[in-house]
C-alpha cells in the first residue's frame, strides 16, 4: 500500500445532466449547504400553492414534466414513478394504462418559475419546461465535494465545502501558492487500488485542490499531479499552475490552467490534464536500485493579470 508523506510545504502569506429532482427540500443546519425550498410560482390569476401542489408527483413529490400520467379517477403522477407502482394508481389502487394529463401539461406551459438555486443568488425566471435545463448549468448552482477518496455527496458553497474537507474529510490546508511533495511507495510495481492525496491550498483569495495519485492506466501505473480550482471554469481561466518532477539530472514540466470542480475528480483523471508520470520515468527519477519510488513534486500557482494598454496577460507572481 502506497505511503504519502509530505515532506515540506513552502507557505507564502498572502492578503487573502439534467435531472427532474426539482423543487426538493434539501434542509440543513448549515446556512451555507444548499437548501432548495419551493418558491411562490409566477403566474397570473392561478394560485402558487394550489399549482405547486397539482404538479407534485405524490410518489416521489418531485414536480411532474410530460408525459404526466393519470388513472380513470384523475389522479396523476410522474412517468417515472408509474413503473415503479406497476401500473397501478397510488392513490386509488386503480390500473393507471396510458393516459395522458393534457390539461396539467397545458397548466404546466403557461406557468414562469424562479430558478430553485434563488435562495443561492439566482433572481432568473423560466417558462416551466425551461427551468430544468438552466438549472444543469445555473452558475449560483451548489458544488460537489471535490474530495477523491470516496463518494461524497455534500454540496455547498466554497467556504461550507473548505470547512467540511477540513473537519470530515482531515484534508492539509495550506496558505501560500508554492508547494513541495515527496511522494514515496516501497512497491511501485502494484498498484491495486489507487492511491491519493488531496492538498487544499489558499492564495489570491481563492482555494485550489491538489491532487496526486496512482492508478492503472492500461497494464501499467501511472502517477499524476493536477490543480482544481473551488469555482466556476470562467475564473479558473484566471489562473495558471505548473509542476514539476525529476532527478538524475532530467525533469518533467507542466504548466496549465486549474481545472474547475464543476468538472469531477474522474473526468479531469481521465483526460490526462496534469502531469503525468510512467512508472519507468518514475524510477529513473527516483535512483537507486529502481525498487522502490521516490518522487518529489514541486510548483507554483499564479494569476494572470490583464494589462490594459498592450491588452495581454502578465503573471502576478506569489513570491
Known amino acids: 500500500m502506497a505511503a504519502i508523506e509530505m515532506e515540506s510545504v513552502e507557505c507564502v502569506s498572502l492578503s487573502d445532466g439534467i435531472e427532474d429532482e426539482e423543487m426538493q427540500s434539501s434542509v440543513s443546519s448549515h446556512p451555507h449547504q444548499y437548501s432548495s425550498k419551493p418558491h411562490g410560482v409566477v403566474?397570473?390569476?392561478?394560485?402558487?400553492?394550489?399549482?405547486?401542489?397539482?404538479?407534485?408527483?405524490?410518489?416521489?413529490?418531485?414536480?411532474?414534466?410530460?408525459?404526466?400520467?393519470q388513472c380513470h379517477n384523475g389522479h396523476t403522477l410522474c412517468s417515472t414513478c408509474k413503473t415503479r407502482v406497476h401500473n397501478r394508481c397510488p392513490t386509488c389502487r386503480q390500473e393507471l394504462g396510458d393516459i395522458r394529463c393534457l390539461a396539467l401539461e397545458k397548466v404546466a406551459e403557461s406557468l414562469e418559475l424562479p430558478c430553485k438555486y434563488y435562495s443561492l443568488g439566482c433572481s432568473e425566471i423560466f417558462p416551466y419546461y425551461?427551468?430544468?435545463?438552466?438549472?444543469?448549468?445555473?452558475?449560483?448552482?451548489?458544488?460537489?465535494?471535490?474530495?477523491?477518496?470516496?463518494?461524497?455527496?455534500?454540496?455547498?458553497?466554497?467556504?461550507?465545502?473548505?470547512?467540511?474537507?477540513?473537519?470530515?474529510?482531515?484534508?492539509?490546508?495550506?496558505?501560500?501558492?508554492?508547494?513541495?511533495?515527496?511522494?514515496?511507495?516501497?512497491?511501485?510495481?502494484?498498484?491495486?487500488?489507487?492511491?491519493?492525496?488531496?492538498?487544499?491550498?489558499?492564495c489570491f483569495g481563492q482555494y485550489f485542490c491538489l491532487h496526486f495519485e496512482a492508478f492503472q492506466l492500461g497494464m501499467a501505473p501511472v502517477y499524476m499531479a493536477f490543480l482544481r480550482f473551488m469555482g466556476d471554469e470562467n475564473e479558473a481561466r484566471n489562473y495558471s499552475y505548473s509542476l514539476e518532477?525529476?532527478?538524475?539530472?532530467?525533469?518533467?514540466?507542466?504548466?496549465?490552467?486549474?481545472?474547475?470542480?464543476?468538472?469531477?475528480?474522474?473526468?479531469v483523471r481521465d483526460s490526462h490534464d496534469g502531469l503525468i508520470i510512467q512508472r519507468n520515468m518514475a524510477l529513473f527519477f527516483s535512483g537507486g536500485d529502481r525498487k522502490e519510488l521516490k518522487l518529489r513534486v514541486t510548483g507554483r500557482i499564479w494569476k494572470e493579470q490583464q494589462n490594459p494598454d498592450a491588452g495581454v496577460c502578465i503573471p502576478n507572481l506569489c513570491s
Open 245 to 267: 518532477v525529476g532527478g538524475n539530472g532530467r525533469k518533467l514540466i507542466w504548466e496549465g490552467t486549474p481545472r474547475s470542480i464543476r468538472d469531477s475528480h474522474r473526468k
Open 130 to 202: 425551461s427551468k430544468l435545463k438552466h438549472e444543469a448549468v445555473c452558475n449560483f448552482r451548489p458544488y460537489g465535494c471535490p474530495y477523491a477518496g470516496s463518494e461524497c455527496a455534500v454540496t455547498g458553497d466554497i467556504p461550507y465545502l473548505v470547512t467540511h474537507l477540513r473537519d470530515d474529510h482531515k484534508v492539509d490546508m495550506h496558505t501560500g501558492c508554492t508547494f513541495n511533495h515527496r511522494y514515496v511507495k516501497s512497491n511501485p510495481r502494484e498498484v491495486e487500488n489507487a492511491t491519493w492525496m488531496l492538498t487544499v491550498f489558499h
Open 43 to 69: 403566474s397570473s390569476g392561478i394560485g402558487p400553492t394550489s399549482v405547486h401542489e397539482l404538479l407534485e408527483c405524490p410518489v416521489c413529490t418531485n414536480s411532474m414534466y410530460p408525459p404526466i400520467h
